[in-house]
């Protein structure tokens, strides 16, 4: 039987609530299933450990990690630890160390989920973002030079490298013949004169080997505004890693909400484990309180069916999410619901059980 | 009498079309009010000048602008001639050469105005964006290395000074003190481990001497989340360069659409000229056919009146612009109407005749 080996790292805050019900799903999935299995393995990295251990994982952190085949992630970051250390420490060491360069978020209105649009059917709002998650903006490049003194200046470097730039675009573009879909690049070539000059040029090479893929160039403040006007536009839409950033969030705004957002970090290559998240923060505002919505990090266990293979399982997830949300029964408050955390898993647990 | 001098750079596409009309509106507002007068001076710098020129502006064009008391900008831009250059070598230009480091972008949805997003009330989305606009990631520091080699590598520096940072900053702070509302800075400082680490130490730093002040600090892509999601979070924002720039084209998208949306770049000290713009492009595909809508054109008009201490008449232009929506009768059919660009204008230049 198919065993795949999966590294938990719950983390902080919301984290460990929502993952649970995850790890449930997925559990059930595979009992149901009959033909693979799940191993989870817990680590308790995150900010506890931070202040325990001065440090968000051990030094051989990456290396226990090598022995998975995936690492399902919940959130990081807590009051009390600055984020740029919980975050780029962390979550953002394992996408960077593991050669994660390309971060897939479905934004995708399901039937049932609130939409804060008018005029908007569920239709017009069916993309797939493809982030660039390795390198630019967030290559962690700069200085911070006369500290103190008037003339005080910080410097932060995006580093774009024509590896980095090709691979993403051209993941995007395989994807976009694959799928029969369109592909618009999020740039911002008239501010940023070398990146986004370069990322630009880049776009249309690579288009020349995939002509039968049409394509569309936004700047990133347009495309902000027609993600809220008229988000039909995107299909398969590719961008760098702080626009990517920026741009699923409201991706997230508009189709039901952070508490619905996914993504996964793949190495495609599969010479590292993948992980896969609820793109939500860790929430310390209702953390402890058995009210986060697990949905996002049920979506992402869906992502992690995907990966396996099954994506018939994963495809049935993403529909039990669905009549959960038409069912209206068990949503958790941010959903207008009244329901747990716990409540919202058993629940599509039960559901999926009734499927056969 | 006192005469206000200003240059008139119409642009490219729309531009030329929508600044007629805001001229117009100056001008019946000077008559009306009969204590002070506009002065207006062409200038026909833009993409059709540099086509001809090999530039966008003459190289003593900054030096002719001195003159002036206020520059206004239609629009920059036009298929031809990559962004990259028209952009940065005349708005941006303009931008930078006269220290305008501060953009005032009102976000406010008028009565009448188009809002996409449902249960939102008028009074939810009411704020003012304080984008920095003279250095951070705009300020064209970078480098192109290996060009066509597979080690191909590209580098973008973001720049944020001490001085820089600190006026803008301090900026808001005095708007948000002075007006009695909340202040909240948008950074990012989880994944840009320079640049924003010290914005937002210079946002709590300068904070200490608004004690009285309310503060709020979100991460750019939870704010982008949250002006579609809860935009009555915001009253008076403060956010770095290239984040205003989307910020505020999400702004615009939620407050009526971007033929709503205007902007003040200003040089406080008033050493220099400082410059009034609809931020909306050049839209090439709707231009020469008379139906661009005027209405931010018309909205940096009030912006100019308000600069040059009518803030009366500022105002009443407001007023007219909202009353010309809820009436429906002349509007562009971007917002549904039917009506030319230059109707609108007159519209506007009727309703304010007969405010008296
Ligand atoms: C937590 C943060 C560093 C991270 C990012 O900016 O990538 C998050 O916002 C995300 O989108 O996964
Ligand atoms: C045209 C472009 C360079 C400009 C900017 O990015 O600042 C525009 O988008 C704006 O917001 O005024």
Same mark, same amino acid.
């Given at each position: 039987m198919n065993v795949h080996k999966i590294a938990v790292i719950a983390g902080d805050g919301i984290g460990p609530e929502v993952i649970n019900e995850g790890v449930k799903v997925l559990k059930e999935v595979a009992a149901i299933a009959g033909d693979f299995s799940f191993q989870f393995t817990y680590f308790p990295w995150g900010c506890e450990y931070y202040l325990e251990h001065g440090k968000m994982l051990p030094d051989d952190g990456l290396e226990q990690l090598m022995k998975f085949d995936a690492v399902y992630l919940g959130a990081v970051g807590y009051p009390g630890v600055p984020d740029h250390i919980s975050l780029r420490e962390l979550l953002l060491k394992i996408r960077k160390g593991f050669d994660q360069y390309v971060n897939v978020r479905p934004v995708k209105l399901l039937q049932g989920a609130p939409c804060p649009l008018k005029d908007v059917t569920r239709d017009q709002i069916d993309m797939v973002v493809i982030r660039e998650n #390795? =390198?630019? =903006?967030? #290559?962690g490049a700069g200085d911070w030079l006369f *500290? /103190? *003194? %008037? =003339?005080e200046v910080v410097l932060q470097t995006g580093v774009f490298s024509r590896k980095g730039t090709e691979r993403i675009i051209r993941y995007a573009y395989e994807l976009a013949r694959k799928t029969g879909r369109t592909l618009t690049s999020i740039s911002k070539a008239n501010a940023l004169n070398y990146s986004m000059v370069f990322w630009d040029q880049v776009f249309e090479e690579i288009g020349q080997e995939y002509s039968e893929v049409e394509t569309n160039s936004y700047l990133v403040d347009a495309a902000s505004m027609y993600f809220v006007k008229? %988000?039909?536009?995107?299909q398969i839409v590719v961008t760098s890693n702080l626009f990517g950033d920026i741009i699923t969030d409201l991706g997230a705004a508009i189709a039901g909400g952070m508490g619905l957002a996914a993504g996964a970090n793949l190495n495609p290559e599969r010479i590292y484990p993948s992980m896969f998240e609820p793109i939500h923060g860790s929430a310390p505002d209702i953390a402890?309180? /058995?009210?986060?919505?697990p949905l996002a990090a049920i979506w992402s266990a869906s992502q992690i069916l995907d990966f396996f293979g099954h994506e018939v399982w994963g495809a049935k997830v993403l529909d039990v999410i669905e009549q959960a949300m038409v069912d209206k *029964?068990?949503?958790?408050p941010d959903m207008g619901g009244a329901a747990s955390t716990e409540e919202v898993g058993d629940e599509v647990v039960k559901i999926l059980s009734a499927l056969q």
């Open positions: #390795s =390198e630019g =903006e967030y #290559s *500290k /103190g *003194k %008037p =003339e008229q %988000p039909e536009r995107f402890h309180q /058995g009210i986060a919505n *029964k068990m949503l958790t």
